[in-house]
């Protein structure tokens, strides 16, 4: 009977070792055959490490297919190789399947390929030592989302993604024929659920996957992403402004601190952030002006406006304040001026990473507001219900959080850090 079971990982490998009985599972990288014996180098999950294969192995290991998987066992020993302080002297090497020839693409990195041939054989492109970094980094990120939001009394939750009616009053939704009864759609985002759950549980935050019916075709959008959001009562949208500075500070911090080999491997981009700048809409009319842009009070900021506006402030800021009727029905007024929204977006340059505000609680201004906004309130029933049970003030934000892992690593397209991603185009693997 084949036994599969490794006792180690190459990066487990060290001096403390020497001498014992290992075995490593993983593929064949590399092959150096000088005879009587052949050096060969094994990749798994976590590095590279060497093992030096004699007497009968040899041929098999010389023959054997690049990229096959295997499994080694022997001694481990010193190595006086450049690359490798320590190595495995084989006494046994089963090649368990075999890499069919010629492979789509080099998953070493040393030959490059576009992203769309990478991308139908990802699986394959995984093995690759800075797409499988990208990965770690991202799990290490939603770890570290996750910790944060708890330590901060959030508690998580998982809201439906398919729906019966448009959550935000939004064109650009997924529909389908629900078992031939009604309409359904996949959700573009929890605001209406999250809303609705700080009436029993406070804080919420959910990290999940989010559709949008969007025909664009850029580096920066997908038709499925993942989304982290939150709501809290009880608190304003400044204090939920806080919250997400705290949030992406502590993710960067963790890939640079604790993740830093996996961190330089991906060339990511260290962003230092002690207090996350804030300008209101109005401060941003006025600095667009002056780089010969005009806008009118109530204009949407367009691409070209925010990369102005990300050339004079490097890094990330707050844009808040916005006009309430570029926001959606949901948004809450400022007291001091009705034309004004308690909202902001968290931009890095012209890239919008998070949007967020506080809520409008008060259920008549909120069929008010669906009313000017053109949709009908009857559509929304089932959702302005809780509003009659004591809603408490509340504020929340959603992070597109492909975007942030886009930024953090350097990455100029988002669909380098998706396993799989969805545009307009593809639908595989």
Known sequence: MMDIKRTHYARQLDDALVGQQVRIGGWIEDVRDIGKLAFVTIRDVTGACQV???GDSVQEAVQAPRQSAVVVGG???RSKAKDFHVEVKVSEFTILTKAVHPLPIDPTGRVESAIDKRLDARALDLRTPKVAAIFRLRSAGLE????TL??????EVNTPKVI???SEGGANLFGFDYFGKRRAYLAQSPQLYKEQLTLGLDRVFEIGPYFRAENSHTVRHLTEFTSVDIEAAFLDYEDVMEVVERVV??????????NGADFRLVGGKEISISKIERLTYEQCLDEIAKEGEKLQFGDDLSDAALRKLGEIHRGLYFIMDWPLKLKPFYIHEKEDNAKLSKSFDLQYGYLELVSGGRRQHDPSKLRNRLVEQGLNPVNFEEHLKAFDWGMPPHSGWGLGYDRLMMILTGSQNV???VLYPRDTERLTP
């Open 164 to 166: 019966g009616s448009a």
């Open 150 to 155: 708890r330590a901060e009394g959030f508690i």
């Open 75 to 77: 001694v481990l020993q």
């Open 249 to 258: 500070k502590n993710v960067a911090s963790e890939f640079q601190e604790k």
């Open 144 to 147: 570290n989302i996750r910790n």
């Open 415 to 417: 669909r380098d850090v």
């Open 52 to 54: 030096i294969v004699t």
